[in-house]
């Protein structure tokens, strides 16, 4: 299949997973979204795959949101955008096979939340982690969501409030990151770990998944009901133009 943003290549019951948008840090668009959840669907159907993986071409994991490309001028599109966002993280959760995310840079906002939703989190001692959506006037909603669970509300907290950068050492000190390795050895391992998830027993993985991703559903229905009034919100508004203007937005908290 081909896609947009992304790139899937599928070899030795292994399907790796690039965002491929160098030049924009491989920030997140509505089409990011929609690309890679046709690429899980195409997965999820190849029964010949037993593990994705999950990286980034060039600098960058994923640097977070493409800001320009969002529109929240009437309530329904802020509805069909969180719909959007919502289907690949909960189709990661869902998919009955073990999903890597190899962070071989930066991973900003939706980089850092896309990692949660992953099973296993292997770093780049290059990567860097962090939420700059407050700045913006928004809620990194997936952060959230997982991250209180997986790291704990005092760490998710002080991310979330401050916009805070972890290296990736940081990330891995409070749980965001299962191992950091060199950057240059940084696929050889993931690879190694994919060789060895592939020999485990099919059923027992699915399980396992859906054990520990048994709330998922409940979660994103939730976030879908509450985000549209965020993204209609003043200051979300200003924050695009702002954005837009390349200056720093005026909240007034309305």
């Known amino acids: 299949m081909n896609f947009e943003t992304i790139l899937l290549e599928k070899k030795d019951q292994i399907a790796t997973i690039w965002f491929n948008r160098p030049d924009k840090l491989n920030a997140a668009s509505p089409q990011v979204f929609k690309d890679l959840d046709d690429a899980l669907t195409d997965i999820e159907k190849d029964d010949s795959i037993r593990v994705v993986i999950l990286t980034g071409k060039g600098d960058a994991f994923s640097a977070g949101a493409d800001v320009g490309k969002f529109e929240f001028d009437k309530i329904i599109k802020g509805v069909e955008?969180?719909?959007?966002?919502?289907?690949?993280?909960?189709?990661?959760?869902?998919?009955?096979?073990?999903?890597?995310?190899?962070?071989?840079?930066?991973?900003?906002?939706?980089?850092?939340?896309?990692?949660?939703?992953?099973?296993?989190?292997?770093?780049?001692?290059?990567?860097?982690?962090?939420?700059?959506?407050?700045?913006?006037?928004?809620?990194?909603?997936?952060?959230?969501?997982?991250?209180?669970e997986h790291v704990g509300k005092r760490t998710i907290a002080y991310m979330t409030l401050t916009g805070a950068t972890f290296t990736a050492e940081e990330a891995?000190?409070?749980?965001?990151?299962?191992?950091?390795?060199?950057?240059?050895?940084?696929?050889?391992?993931?690879?190694?770990?994919?060789?060895?998830?592939?020999?485990?027993?099919?059923?027992?993985?699915?399980?396992?998944?859906?054990?520990?991703?048994?709330?998922?559903?409940?979660d994103w229905d939730w976030t879908v009901l509450m985000m549209p009034t965020i993204f209609s919100s003043e200051d979300v508004a200003e924050s695009m133009k702002a954005f837009k203007e390349k200056r720093k937005p005026q909240f007034k908290g309305r």
């Not at 950057?183 to 059923?203: N, S, T, W």
Request: aromatic residues 6%.
């Open 172 to 218: 891995k000190a409070v749980g965001l990151v299962n191992k950091v390795v060199p950057h240059d050895q940084l696929m050889p391992e993931v690879m190694k770990i994919a060789e060895g998830m592939k020999q485990g027993a099919p059923l027992a993985q699915r399980m396992i998944k859906r054990v520990l991703n048994r709330k998922c559903h409940e």
């Open 81 to 148: 955008f969180i719909e959007n966002v919502a289907r690949p993280f909960m189709h990661i959760e869902y998919l009955p096979k073990p999903v890597i995310a190899a962070v071989n840079g930066y991973a900003f906002g939706f980089g850092t939340g896309i990692t949660l939703a992953c099973d296993v989190v292997i770093a780049s001692d290059k990567a860097k982690f962090g939420t700059k959506e407050v700045n913006w006037g928004q809620i990194p909603i997936e952060t959230l969501l997982r991250g209180a």
